[in-house]
């Protein structure tokens, strides 16, 4: 994983952000998207959650895991996407980003569900296609061919600097993609 | 004549009161230490002229010799050489008073006038506590052989010291001692290897800073001589040859000696006896090199630990048991028994001291050598991260331990054995909780000592007489609190030096007694730590803080303010009554910035005075900074942690209490004050909050000077709660402090009482 750069890279040309290797796999919404494995420290089941009054509201609230209290991030709300009632299948990703005053801190993500670890060769790996002005693809770092179907990778670091939400709801439509 | 002789007189007592200051303030082992008192008594010897008398006369030449002696040397003035200016000066005034009224002089005592009578040049400088060296044996009359420098016996333990101190000093001195052992071999193969030189002269340096701290003035002398060995070395004024790489380890080994003994003795062994070194020697040598001479091929090696057996002829003489008090040569410390609390007073080794007899000295190496075990409780350095993880795992088995007692399944099962166990798994968890808590804890002590010296030099410096008395130095508390109070108190000493304390003068015309008192006392109090700062001088004036509250314009000259809020206005940013600025306080800034510092760490601060009798400063903190007792309310589904410590009151609100006020909220009576109130579950927007406030319970709280009333659903409990940080992604969000991990395992958020009052400011304005 490249480091967090300050500046937007422009992925839509040249060689992917995205490097090679494993990556967890899941999905949001019907979607499947990937982060590196080496960012996860473990995968929980929906825990009782405390929510923190007048945040965002991609901003769950707070966990307690084994006596860290860790905030819990939903990715749906974040990226805008429909958001269907909890299932059995639900879970926390625990990651482990970098947190914006230095260092890294472990982040709580809900999604809809885990699918596997993958391993993307440089081959699977293709640059973020251009998708037009209404979709920020700065933390996209690239997208994966697997099987039949196509694994968006994204930079969790960049996700957590941005505060409010982030319009993606393109990706999971692919109609809506400019040609 | 007379008058020309009552000038002389006038002019050297201005003179000898000089001395006196200088004498009261002369370092032993200061650099140029003796260039103010050279030049005093030379001013001295000038204004009296040929016209004293001779007892006179020959008291100031005998002085200038052994200033003149010592400076020849090294340019310090030893401890022995200071003790005997200490004598000689009340003897001059003595003299000189009576010379102004035509008395004879009183006798000069022998061994002054005689040219023996100086110290022994030749002892290095010894620097023993000035009390230490006892006036009636300086004078010795035996010079020591100027060849075979004698070791240097040396009590071990300050009489004075403090165990728990010393313990630290010891566990720092080893390390640092390896620290200059590693140092010295990197420079064995390279001795300018700049890094190592810079290692070694901190380490020297920092070794020599403790050492002073303890008043091991001996050794202080050493690590200083060969800080400045390595310091011109550092500073390429000088070329570290093989001769001073060994001279650096032995005076390494003869400091690692001192730290085996001294660590031996606090742990009990041969407590009381003393050790010889040889130190004279050694400096000589540092002196020998710095001024490029090669120190003869022996004495370079030869003071190393083993020279003990041909060393100091004249060590046996003092240890003997024959031998009289009066012979110890002059550098002999007299050894203090340790155990006893003997104050300064001195006491030449006697033969029923535990210090081995001499032939045994000589003989047989004593057991201290570096690698004496340390017996006892000794002291591991830890990094506070691992505590801190450490405390932070206690804290998760402690929840643990109560989630799994509370198991409904468990609960169901009735057995003897099984509530056997969960009882002693619940102790244990709880000892371990504490014990956990205290590795974080240190007394407050140290804090407290740098006051003293503070207090010291504020009295010195606005010509004051303050007198601190420090009670309850022993009270333990968070490290990261002890430090944290360190400024705010520093600030409230001096306010109370600069501002409390009056003059002398003053004082006395008050019917005070002119030394004013300072006390700062520590004590728990209900889960906190209370330290107070007491002064008895003049007190807070609320007539003159409120005129200067309105010409500043903090309050409205029709704002009616009790006692207490008036003196709270002292916190107020940008209030100072000095009527002075000095450029120790008053310059506007300091009580808010105590305040804040205070608060900050989750305490608060009162201010109690009676005008012309004193103030007193409390401060209420909390014993740690990770554990906070909090009051757990339940507002909705919700469950939130308010810090006790902001908590005044809480109550059900009976009909009619709460009114309405158009546009600006809710208000309820409290004793008589109306106060707004903040409804916590729309606030916060927790749903299926209470809506009527009879149904709820309103608690008091209180931040500074302001208060509010929080509405909420239910109290729950009272729990001591372990703060966590909730981490940047809610760095914005103002409402809450932190959060805490509940009983049953949830997260609880901490409420910021802080934001929640000052809100109020905010929103409705002027409703108080």
Redesign the interface.
């Known amino acids: 994983m490249p480091p967090s750069a300050p500046q937007p890279p422009s992925p839509h040309h040249g060689q992917p952000d995205a490097q090679p290797g494993k990556y967890l796999t899941f999905t949001l919404s019907g979607e499947s998207y990937g982060i590196p494995v080496l960012k996860v420290r473990e995968i929980i089941r929906l825990c ?1 959650i ?6 965002p509201e991609h ?1 769950k ?4 895991l ?6 819990l ?1 939903d990715l749906r709300a974040k990226f805008c996407l429909p958001i269907s009632p909890d299932t059995d299948r639900n879970c926390i990703v625990v990651t482990q980003i970098a ?3 230095g260092g890294t ?1 472990l ?1 709580g993500v809900i999604v809809d569900g885990v699918e596997e670890v993958a391993n993307f060769t440089a081959d699977d790996i293709e640059p973020t296609p251009d998708f037009g002005g209404t979709v920020d693809s700065m933390f996209i770092t690239g997208m994966a061919k697997s099987g039949s179907g196509v694994k968006t990778l994204i930079d969790l670091d960049k996700i ?1 600097a941005v505060d409010g939400t982030i319009a993606i709801q393109a990706l999971g439509i692919p109609s809506h993609q400019a040609s | 004549m007379s008058t020309d002789r009552f000038e002389t007189i006038s002019r050297a007592g201005k003179v000898l009161q000089q001395i006196g200051l200088e004498l009261a303030f002369v370092d032993a082992v200061k650099e140029n230490g003796a260039d103010g008192i050279n030049e005093l008594v030379r001013q001295l010897a000038e204004a009296l002229g040929d016209r004293a008398p001779g007892p006179i006369a020959d008291a100031v030449a005998a002085a200038r010799r052994w200033i003149d002696q010592r400076v020849a040397v090294d340019n310090t003035l030893s401890g022995v050489t200071i003790a005997r200016l200490g004598e000689w000066h009340p003897w001059i005034d003595a003299a000189l008073t009576s010379w102004e009224h035509d008395l004879p002089c009183p006798p000069i005592p022998e061994d002054w006038s005689s040219p023996q009578g100086a110290p022994p040049a030749d002892t290095g400088p010894e620097a023993p506590p000035i009390a230490a060296a006892a006036p009636t044996k300086v004078g010795d009359p035996q010079p020591a052989p100027a060849s075979q420098l004698p070791e240097q016996t040396v009590e071990v333990l300050p009489a004075d010291a403090d165990a728990e101190m010393l313990q630290i000093f010891c566990a720092e001195a080893q390390d640092l001692l390896q620290d200059i052992e590693q140092g010295v071999l990197v420079l064995e193969v390279n001795p300018t290897d700049s890094p190592s030189l810079d290692s070694l002269f901190r380490a020297f340096h920092t070794f020599k800073g403790n050492v002073g701290v303890m008043k091991l003035l001996v050794l202080q002398q050493l690590a200083h001589e060969l800080e400045s060995m390595l310091d011109a070395a550092r500073r390429g004024k000088y070329r570290l040859v093989s001769a001073s790489i060994t001279v650096i380890l032995a005076g390494a080994d003869i400091l690692k000696r001192f730290v085996a003994e001294l660590a031996n003795q606090i742990a009990g062994v041969n407590t009381g006896r003393t050790v010889d070194l040889p130190i004279p020697q050694l400096i000589r040598d540092v002196h020998a090199l710095l001024d490029g001479a090669v120190p003869s091929p022996g004495a370079a090696t030869s003071p190393a630990p083993k020279a003990k057996t041909d060393a100091a002829p004249p060590a046996p003489a003092p240890i003997a048991p024959a031998a009289p008090p009066a012979v110890p040569s002059s550098d002999t410390v007299a050894a203090i028994e340790a155990g006893p609390r003997q104050g300064a007073t001195v006491t030449v080794v006697e033969p029923q001291a535990p210090a081995s007899p001499a032939p045994v000295v000589a003989k047989a190496p004593p057991a201290s050598p570096a690698a004496a075990p340390v017996i006892g409780s000794g002291i591991v350095r830890v990094d506070t991260l691992k505590l801190d993880s450490l405390i ?2 206690v ?2 088995l402690v ?1 643990a331990q109560s989630m799994v007692v509370q198991t409904p399944e468990l609960k169901a099962i009735t057995s003897a054995h099984l509530s056997r166990s969960l009882g002693q798994l619940r102790s244990i968890t709880s000892d371990l909780q504490r014990t956990a808590m205290s590795l974080r804890m240190v007394p407050i002590r140290s804090t407290f000592q740098k006051m003293s010296r503070l207090v010291r030099d504020l009295a010195l410096q606005q010509g004051k007489e303050i007198v601190l008395e420090l009670e309850g130095e022993e009270t333990e508390l968070d490290r990261n609190i002890v430090e944290e109070l360190n400024d705010p108190l520093v600030h409230m000493i001096r306010n109370s030096a600069d501002h409390g304390i009056e003059v002398p003068a003053a004082r006395v015309a008050a019917g005070k007694p002119s030394a004013g008192t300072i006390t700062l006392r520590a004590f728990h109090q209900g889960g906190f730590i209370v330290i107070q700062i007491e002064d008895n001088g003049r007190g807070l004036s609320p007539a003159k803080i409120r005129a200067k509250a309105i010409e500043r314009g903090i309050i409205r000259a029709d704002d009616n303010l009790d006692e207490r809020e008036t003196f709270d206005l002292i916190f107020a940013a940008g209030f100072s009554t000095a009527e002075k600025v000095t450029d120790l306080s008053g310059r506007g800034v300091g009580m808010d910035v105590v305040r804040r510092n205070i608060e900050k760490m989750r305490g608060k601060i009162e201010i109690d005075s009676v005008e012309g009798r004193g103030t007193t400063f409390t401060l209420y903190v909390p014993l740690t900074l990770a554990i906070i007792e909090g009051l757990l309310v339940g507002v909705g589904d ?1 469950r939130y942690v308010i810090p006790t410590l902001s908590v005044r009151e809480s109550f059900r609100p009976l009909p009619g209490m709460v009114t309405q006020v158009q546009g600006r909220g809710e208000v309820v009576s409290v004793r008589g004050r109306l106060t707004p109130i903040l409804r916590l579950g729309r ?4 749903p299926h909050t209470a809506t009527d406030p009879v149904e709820g319970i309103i608690v008091v709280v209180e931040a500074g000077q302001d208060s509010r009333c929080l509405l909420v659903d239910q109290l729950i409990g009272k729990q001591e709660v372990v703060i ?8 914005h ?1 103002t ?2 402090a932190g ?3 509940l009983g049953d ?5 901490i409420l910021d009482i802080n934001a929640l009052v000052k809100l109020k400011s905010r929103s409705n304005g002027e409703a108080a």
């Open positions: 009782p405390t929510p923190v009054a007048n945040m901003v609230g707070v966990i307690n084994r006596g860290k209290v860790i905030p991030v947190a914006a005053g801190r982040y957590s | 932070d795992l804290g998760e929840i919700q606030h916060l927007n927790t966590k940080n909730l981490g940047d992604m809610f760095r969000q409402e809450f959060a805490a991990i395992g949830r997260v609880g958020l």
